[in-house]
Nanobody, 123 residues
Framework: QVQLVETGGGLVQAGGSLRLSCAASGRTAGQYAMGWFRQAPGKEREFVASISWRGTTRYSNSVKGRFTISRDNAKNTVYLQMNSLKPEDTAVYYC?????????????????WGQGSQVTVSS
């Protein structure tokens, strides 16, 4: 069983930056992909970014050029650097692990999820 713990959310003004971290523990053997998703009030969970074991990345169009996903495999940790934040980025952000290293997987294919971290961007 894998546990994911997220840190780094908070309140920031529009145009500001935040960095989320997600540390994996437990049964993390093997090569796995990691992803970030978010869910705003009244909306469905949506894909934000994902990264393969070797560092290939994918982004949603809404965050491309502003957010950067990265990982440190030695620390079993994935990061999401968020720059030029907008009020529409306000959401609960979730990290997730996909055990088959499929960084194109849909949300339903991910095997483990973090508890969520609130990001609020004020205008």
């Amino acid at each position: 069983q894998v546990q994911l713990v997220e840190t780094g959310g908070g309140l920031v003004q529009a145009g500001g930056s935040l960095r989320l971290s997600c540390a994996a523990s437990g049964r993390t053997a093997g090569q796995y992909a990691m992803g970030w998703f978010r869910q705003a009030p009244g909306k469905e969970r949506e894909f934000v970014a994902s990264i393969s074991w070797r560092g290939t990345t994918r982004y949603s169009n809404s965050v491309k050029g502003r957010f950067t996903i990265s990982r440190d495999n030695a620390k079993n940790t994935v990061y999401l650097q968020m720059n030029s934040l907008k009020p529409e980025d306000t959401a609960v952000y979730y990290c997730a692990l996909e055990a088959g290293n499929n960084w194109f997987a849909s949300a339903s294919e991910y095997d483990a999820w973090g508890q969520g971290s609130q990001v609020t961007v004020s205008s």
